[in-house]
């Protein structure tokens, strides 16, 4: 299985830059997405990595490190409506299902 | 029109009930899941099905039972709820045509408290 180790709560202020790192531990690494999650609600989709490299999309990047096990979700321009939950999951062929394992979240609080 | 619904959206039920959480969708996908949220421990998976004949356990299936009575539909049950069955419970869709970028699509949560 995976080991995903991701911080449990960040504050940034308004109009500033945040970077939410997820670092993990796996024998079959074959992806990593980004969800975002608002308070009592669906999470929904934010970013895909497989290779190593920065995919960006508009005020949100999501850069991986396979040989590292690292990977972060930077926000730039952060907004109030930007203060959720990110989720990090891991995809792993070695078992077989290739179904994402999910990190406990970062909690993000952005304030004025 | 939500392509992933849940109901109940809320429910209050007492220890030893048997209960049914449901979920539709409309987006035509063949793999559906169940996963259940608790603070400080993220989304864990409870059972998941890649087609209508297909069922699978995931990390945490003990106490619960699924079935997928049609492509769209996929139903969780608690056979005899206990207190640490609290929890929000998601069902999540996904399309293995998208190819290696597989997104799940969330339904809106079903809030389960066991008294």
């Known amino acids: 299985g995976q080991n995903i180790d991701q911080p449990t709560e960040m504050t940034a202020t308004e109009g500033a830059i945040v970077q939410i790192n997820c670092t993990y531990q796996?024998?079959?690494?074959?992806?990593l997405f980004w969800y975002q999650q608002h308070a009592g609600e669906a999470p929904t989709f934010l970013s895909y990595?497989?290779?190593?490299g920065l995919e960006e999309k508009g005020r949100f990047s999501s850069f991986l490190s396979r040989s590292k096990g690292y990977s972060y979700l930077l926000l730039k321009e952060l907004q109030m409506k930007d203060s959720a939950s990110y989720l990090c999951?891991?995809?792993?062929?070695?078992?077989?299902?290739?179904?994402?394992?999910f990190g406990r979240g970062t909690s993000l609080i952005v304030h004025p | 029109d939500a392509d992933v619904t849940q109901t109940p959206r809320n429910r209050i039920t007492k220890t030893g009930k048997r209960i049914m959480l449901e979920c539709s969708q409309t987006?035509?996908?063949?793999?559906m899941y169940w996963y259940r949220q608790d603070p400080g421990l993220g989304l864990r998976l409870i059972y998941y099905s890649f087609d209508v004949k297909d069922i699978n356990k995931g990390e945490i299936s003990d106490g619960y039972s699924v079935s997928r009575q049609a492509q769209a539909k996929f139903s969780l049950s608690l056979e005899s709820a206990i207190p640490n069955q609290t929890a929000l419970y998601f069902c999540?869709?996904?399309?293995?045509?998208?190819?290696?970028?597989?997104?799940?699509?969330f339904g809106p949560g079903t809030r389960l408290l066991v008294l």
């Open positions: 987006k035509g996908h063949d793999r």
């Open positions: 999951a891991v995809r792993d062929a070695s078992g077989g299902s290739y179904i994402p394992t």
């Open positions: 990595n497989v290779l190593d």
């Open positions: 796996t024998s079959g690494f074959n992806g």
């Open positions: 999540a869709t996904s399309d293995p045509g998208q190819g290696s970028v597989e997104t799940q699509y």
